[in-house]
């Protein structure tokens, strides 16, 4: 049975998945979740019946499902092992591994979708303070994130050695979505370098919000 992902193009974890299918060179079908039309189709009972938490990603691989987008990558690494996403040493494992982490867990968060659908709808907030708090906890991770980047010895052409792995591939979405919002990044050199060595790959390229087939 295909490997099927259930994802929307413009969603930072659903990007990562992605990226993540693409280096390991695994074919898989994309189907659309769109998050906003229609109230969500993430809500839909179809849907939730596989992710009980409405949110996306969600791969079907195997006959089974699996959601969360650091599992999903998990598990593919370790059914497909090769090319490798971490590097082998433990203390490099971990670096990679604190850096996406870094990403996923204290940056997107608290700029997910439903987090901004939250402060609009029922907080009320104005659309430039809703700006502000995106642009204030973006720069504050990006600034970190820089700095484990910019000051580590085993940065070199990606996030950690010459090779993309985890740490990259949730880098990029980031910046994707710092773009999009117009934020500043020209702050952050080191990681402006990586996301540009990491798009002129071609597993990059094809998994980029634009070349989705729901692309809007």
Same mark, same amino acid.
């Given at each position: ?69 650091? @599992? #999903?990558?998990?598990? !593919?690494? *370790?059914?497909?092992?090769?090319? =490798?996403?971490?590097?082998? &040493?433990?203390?490099?494992? $971990? ?48 600034? @970190? #994130?820089?700095?484990? !980047?910019? *000051?580590?010895?085993?940065?070199? =052409?990606?996030?950690?050695? &010459?090779?993309?792995?985890? $740490? ?49």
């Amino acid at each position: 049975m295909p490997r099927k992902l259930y994802g929307y193009f413009r969603s930072s974890a659903a990007y990562r998945v992605r990226i993540a299918l693409e280096l390991k060179r695994l074919s898989w079908q994309s189907e659309s979740i769109h998050l906003t039309k229609d109230g969500g189709k993430q809500y839909s009972a179809p849907y939730q019946s596989i992710n009980p938490l409405s949110l996306v990603p969600t791969l079907k691989d195997n006959n089974t499902h699996h959601t969360q987008s650091l @599992a #999903i990558i998990e598990y !593919l690494e *370790e059914l497909y092992p090769e090319p =490798s996403l971490l590097p082998k &040493d433990p203390i490099a494992r $971990a670096r990679v591994r604190a850096i996406a982490l870094s990403i996923a867990c204290d940056i997107h968060p608290l700029n997910n979708l439903r987090v901004l659908k939250y402060l609009t709808n029922i907080l009320t907030v104005s659309d430039s303070a809703r700006m502000e708090w995106y642009a204030h906890w973006l720069s504050k991770g990006f600034e @970190a #994130i820089e700095v484990m !980047l910019a *000051e580590h010895r085993d940065t070199g =052409s990606f996030c950690h050695g &010459d090779t993309p792995g985890l $740490a990259d591939i949730c880098l990029v979405p980031q910046v994707f979505n710092a773009n999009r919002f117009d934020c500043d990044l020209t702050r952050f050199p080191t990681i402006l370098r990586i996301n540009e060595k990491c798009m002129a790959l071609d597993a990059f390229q094809k998994a980029q919000p634009a070349n989705q087939p729901d692309a809007e």
